[in-house]
């Protein structure tokens, strides 16, 4: 099943993800700001996609490619986490790869995800954070109409020091 949005679709992790998640969980820069601190082998994203043909309910996390509505080429993914149906919330994460940032596809794929959790998993709120240096994800969460909600202060350890986490969050 596609979840269509305006200029992009959601689907499912296919096993021919693997190269192109291999790119974007690798990319140092991406690092940061996903909390990885270690490469991820072929090995360990085709578990990831094997574990996704579980029901979000068993796996309490959810993955979905961003495609280009057009072309039908995977421009990033979209997460699902800490997925908690009895208070009916989630957190969301996005990446989207560097030669497609800036052409909507971030703010299509989060309203398009919105309108799934809301009607299918019946979902009253989506959360998430990011450190308060990281301007391109807070504007991003902003557009989409998500608010500050707090804050811890000096959260995330860089060699740069020390930086706040803001928490956001969007009332379904």
């Known amino acids: 099943m596609n979840i269509e949005g305006t200029v992009c679709r959601l689907r499912a992790l296919e096993i021919e993800d693997i190269e ?26 085709r578990r990831l996609i094997d574990e996704q043909q579980f029901d979000i309910y068993a796996t309490r996390q959810m993955r979905l490619v961003i495609e280009c509505a057009t072309s039908g080429e995977a421009v990033g993914a979209v997460d699902l986490f800490e997925f908690d149906p009895h208070h009916r919330r989630a ?19 989060l309203l398009t995800l919105e309108r799934y959790v809301k009607e299918v998993l019946m979902l009253h709120q989506l959360w998430c954070s990011a450190g308060a240096d990281n301007k ?7 557009k989409a109409g ?3 909600c707090g804050r811890r202060r000096e959260w995330i350890l860089s060699t740069d020091g020390a930086t706040d986490e803001v928490l956001m969050q969007k009332i379904l």
Not at 24 to 33: C, G, M, Y
Not at 136 to 142: E, N
Request: glycine fraction near 10%; avoid cysteine.
């Open 20 to 45: 192109a998640m291999y790119g974007w969980e690798n990319d140092t820069e991406v690092w940061r700001v996903s909390g990885s601190v270690a490469p991820f082998s072929r090995n360990v994203l």
């Open 91 to 109: 957190g969301v994460g996005i990446i989207v790869a560097p030669p497609y940032r800036r052409q909507g596809y971030a703010l299509d794929a």
């Open 136 to 142: 391109a994800s807070l504007s991003l969460f902003a």
């Open 146 to 148: 998500y608010a500050e």
